[in-house]
């Protein structure tokens, strides 16, 4: 499976960005999907998780302004983020897996968002 991602950008705060992650093969549909990002000087964390059959889990950090959302058909994976603060500001990479772990990465997005 390989996995891309692309949509980051730069962002005033409030603002919003939508990023999406493609991913190739067959097996898509049965994968658990998550966002992660990494700032600069910290460890990478996870954001979002999506199940194959749609139920999702955010950090306590973004939750009520962050969506993550599939499209199996289009075998691609969506987080919608609004209301974007500072500390939002880090490079996001999309990651596919099974229940527990992530075995396949994208490459990173980077997000920026501007005071």
């Known amino acids: 499976v390989q996995l891309q991602a692309s949509g980051g950008g730069l962002v005033q705060a409030g603002g919003s960005l939508r990023l999406s992650c493609a991913a190739s093969g067959s097996i898509f549909s049965i994968l658990f999907m998550r966002w992660y990002r990494q700032a600069e000087g910290k460890q990478r964390e996870l954001v979002a998780r999506i199940t194959p059959t749609g139920s999702t889990v955010y950090a306590d950090s973004v939750k009520g302004r962050f969506t993550i959302s599939r499209d199996n058909a289009k075998n691609t994976v969506y987080l919608q983020m609004n209301s974007l603060k500072p500390e939002d500001t880090a490079v996001y990479y999309c990651?596919?897996?099974?229940?527990?772990?992530?075995?396949?990465w994208g490459q990173g997005t980077l997000v920026t968002v501007s005071s």
């Open positions: 990651g596919a897996g099974r229940i527990v772990g992530t075995d396949y």
